[in-house]
């Protein structure tokens, strides 16, 4: 099973500011996801990270807000741009597992004020 | 929307009781998975169901599936404090994509 680790764990932005957060894996990976959580929500896919190649974003969701980095096969950042208080939600990244399942990282909470 | 809707949106029982989450989806599927989410925290994958199958267990769990009726419920047995936790049912749509219910929070009292 992947072990995935995520920094920061949390966070505490001002509103206007951008904040990067890192996704870990201990194995290589094709493909990453990530997700935004809002308070008391379910979990949105925000897009879809593969090494090589642009990330590919779900409708709602743009570049220019979340840009996506993806080095190699076993990282990947997530930034949160230009950040409001509506942008305050939990950011996990998530890779395939065999089966159709998916591991998930601890997860970084983030609140803009 | 593929999203599934969970209910209840909230459950609160005593230990060793069971707890009974129910799951509706919209779109056929090629399986549908549960997970459990701590105090917002990362998620832990539970148990998977395929489509071809209507019952599936593990350990205390047990999950169902109605395909006719686009849902699943997830069963609890003899529930301790240790499960209580938000529950996700999630359908698996291409290219792996998978898309998350609602939730239901379950609250288990010593």
């Known amino acids: 099973s992947a072990v995935i680790s995520q920094k920061p764990s949390r966070d505490i932005c001002q509103r206007g500011t951008s904040l990067t957060i890192q996704c870990q894996v201990d194995?290589?990976?094709?493909?990453m996801f990530w997700y935004r959580q809002q308070p008391g929500q379910s979990l949105t896919l925000i897009a879809t990270?593969?090494?090589?190649?642009?990330?590919?974003?779900e409708s709602g969701f743009v570049i220019d807000k979340f840009p996506i980095s993806r080095p190699n096969l076993t990282f990947s950042t997530l930034t949160v741009s230009n950040m409001s208080p509506e942008d305050s939600s939990i950011y996990l990244c998530?890779?395939?597992?065999?089966?159709?399942?998916?591991?998930f990282g601890p997860g970084t909470r983030l609140l803009v004020l | 929307s593929q999203q599934g809707e969970e209910d209840p949106q909230a459950l609160s029982i005593q230990e060793g009781e069971n707890a009974t989450m129910n799951c509706s989806y919209k779109?056929?599927?090629?399986?549908l998975q549960w997970y459990r989410q701590n105090s917002g925290r990362g998620l832990v994958h539970l148990i998977l169901?395929?489509?071809?199958?209507r019952e599936k267990h593990s350990g205390r769990l047990r999950v169902t599936l109605d395909t006719s009726k686009k849902s699943s419920s997830l069963l609890i047995t003899a529930s301790r404090a240790a499960d209580t936790a938000s529950y996700f049912c999630?359908?698996?749509?291409?290219?792996?994509?998978?898309?998350f219910g609602t939730g239901t929070k379950l609250q288990v009292i010593p």
């Open positions: 169901i395929r489509s071809n199958e």
């Open positions: 998530s890779v395939p597992e065999t089966g159709q399942t998916q591991y």
């Open positions: 194995s290589q990976v094709t493909m």
């Open positions: 999630a359908t698996h749509g291409g290219y792996q994509k998978v898309t």
């Open positions: 990270a593969n090494q090589g190649s642009e990330a590919t974003y």
């Open positions: 779109t056929s599927i090629n399986n």
